[in-house]
């Protein structure tokens, strides 16, 4: 789990489900044991709050899922908590300029490249680390920051927002970005505008030297975020996949 940004740094594509609904930690035990190699803890819309987290992040963790946490939109407080707590990638909502991304990146990262304040004991134990030193060499590489990019703003000032130093990457708001897109008119996370802007973002920020991820509300949408070079995908909200699970068992019996 602590070898998230190795293997988005090498290229790989990296699926995560998206915790929402449920803070029992055994249902997202479940969605690890089921083979996501990694999990979301949305704090924006979801349910989580930083108890949830530090119960559930120890679960993930111990099937080799890596957690990661969406924090609210200017929350950047509870990055540093979500790091404390073993987050290995941190999503920070609506950024929408280089100073948003810079105060982001300032709660996630220690020193020089932010002013992240030292207390990672959780996560030391959960990356099985006991070296202080070891601890603060490691860190800012280990731990990546994603800053959203959903609403006009973002767009308009992201060859800036890629600049800024110890981010790690950006990440799609599909649907923030439609509505953006529409100026309020339609929420169309998988329309052909939408898909496009989010695809030249990636193209943008891949040259910018930076990873690219992306919610998506659909396979087919991540197939294609994938195929566009985004390798953090978001694909499976927590009750829609009990949902869809449930429909799926009821529809078998009855077709039998
Ligand atoms: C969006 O699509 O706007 C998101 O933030 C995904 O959760
Ligand atoms: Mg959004």
Redesign the pocket.
Known sequence: PYDLAVRLRGGEVVLTA?STAFTAPGVMAELAAAGYPAITF?M??GIHNIATLADAIPRVVAHGTAPIV?VPVGDFASASRAVDYGATAVIA?MIDSAEDARRFVSHVKYLPLGQRSWGPAASMRLAGVSDPAAWLAGANDATLAFA?I?SRPALDALDDILRVPGLDGVF??????SIALTNGARFA?SAEETQETAARVAAKAVAAGKLAGA?A?STADAKRAAAAGFRLI?LGVDFALLHEAARATLASFASD
């Open positions: 998206w949305d924006q819309h969406r909502p959203m959903e799609i708001g599909p649907a923030d970005l996370p919610f509300v978001a």
